[in-house]
Each structure stands twice: as C-alpha cells, then as structure tokens.
C-alpha cells in the first residue's frame, strides 16, 4: 500500500497545535506546583492524614504532567524531522515520522483525560471532607 505524497505544509499545520498542548501541559505543571508547595508547609504544621492522601494523589499527577509534557516535546521532535525529511523529498521517511509524532499527540492527549479526571476526583473528595466538616 502506498500513502499519498505529504506535503512539507502538513506537519507544519501540527507545530501550533503541539505549542499550545505544551502551554496548557507547563500551565497545570506550575498549578500543582503551587498547591504541592501549599500542603507540603500545611502538613509539616498539623500532620493531618488527608493532607497526606492529597500529596500522594497530587504526586500521581504530576508524574502524569511530566510524561504528557515528554510526549509533547517529542511529537515536536518527529514532526522536525519529518519536516526536514519533506523538504529534502524524503517522502517515506518524512510520512512515517509524521505518523509518529500524531501518535505522541494522541499519547499526551489520553494523558492529559487521565490527569484531569484525577484533578476532578481530587476536588471532589476535597469537597466532600468540607462537607463532613460542616455536618
């Protein structure tokens, strides 16, 4: 089966689209870097458990970030080198790093659904010890 000729202009479209992936990905990175820094200083003074349980889940999504961002910053990679390979009328070469760098969007995408259904998790159990709280 043969693929269709890309043109250099097709993996250039995807250049904004990753860009602004990264933007949100750093955006949420320095969110929960805020509140890590938040509950760490809260916890040192009370030592409350749920402070504890909040770390360990806010550490979970932050690993989640860090590998979203890899997957970011390597979907820009392959879709250079595709550039690059398209420019040089490399087609096969430029096709296959093009399809490569869709796959590390899609990647970092599918982890940016699983962190944000986290964080949604994470507020409501916070919502929900408020709750009790006022019970």
Do not use: Y
């Not at 990753?18 to 809260?42: C, D, E, P």
């Amino acid at each position: 089966m043969t693929l269709p000729e890309l043109p250099l202009s097709t993996p250039s479209l995807l250049f904004p689209a990753i860009s602004l992936l990264l933007l949100a990905h750093t955006n949420r990175f320095l969110g929960l870097a805020s509140v890590v820094r938040g509950l760490h200083a809260n916890w040192l003074t009370t030592q409350e458990p749920m402070l504890l349980a909040q770390i360990r889940s806010l550490r979970k999504r932050i690993r989640i970030i860090k590998h979203m961002q890899s997957m970011g910053v390597l979907s820009m990679m392959f879709c250079v080198v595709s550039m690059t390979l398209l420019f040089f009328s490399h087609q096969p070469g430029g096709q296959i790093t093009f399809g490569i760098s869709l796959l590390l969007m899609l990647a970092s995408l599918i982890l940016t659904l699983v962190e944000i259904q986290m964080s949604g998790t994470a507020l409501d159990l916070h919502l929900q010890d408020v709750k009790c709280r006022d019970e």
